[in-house]
């Protein structure tokens, strides 16, 4: 179950049959737990840091796949051809990250560094001072040598 789902005691009772329940992260503060220790149920989950190095990974290999239209290229080879588009770097883009939690931030600072790539990032309790503090416990300057802000706060999302 996902870290939010809410797990009331309602709920719990409803479940005669359940012998465990895993959640997505260590402390999951939307399952009763007083409820599932008096039925004896097992409370478990994944550790979030773990889990957080495996998106991260993942999600800057999709950037960078969908950037090199590697899976389009990759079908094209695999059916006897050969390279079927022209490929887009990320190298001084702009990447648009929708939050700066602690995976939102993780990938802005490393496209930013690794690739000198401009952030553009938005999120509903975002603003430039928080996206401000965000590029310095990332360790990141405020603004770029251009002047321009590092993470640059956006109001709305297309």
């Avoid at 300057?141 to 251009?146: G, L, N």
Wanted: a positive charge.
């Amino acid at each position: 179950m996902r870290e939010r789902t809410p797990f009331p005691k309602e709920l719990i009772e409803r479940l005669p049959r359940l012998k465990l329940l895993l959640s997505g992260g260590r402390h999951n503060k939307a399952i009763d737990t007083d409820a599932c220790r008096s039925r004896g149920i097992p409370i478990t989950g994944s550790d979030a840091r773990m889990a957080t190095v495996a998106t991260l990974e993942h999600v800057i290999t999709l950037i960078l796949a969908a950037c090199r239209d590697i899976p389009q290229n990759d079908g094209a080879v695999k059916a006897g051809g050969w390279q079927t588009s022209l490929v887009t770097g990320v190298t001084g883009k702009t990447l648009g990250v929708v939050g700066l939690g602690r995976l939102g931030s993780s990938v802005a600072r490393i496209m930013s560094t690794a690739f000198r790539m401009k952030i553009i990032c938005w999120s509903s309790n975002l603003t430039q001072s928080i996206a401000d503090e965000q590029a310095k416990a990332q360790g990141l300057p405020v603004a770029a040598s251009d002047g321009d802000k590092m993470f640059k706060f956006t109001a709305h999302v297309a």
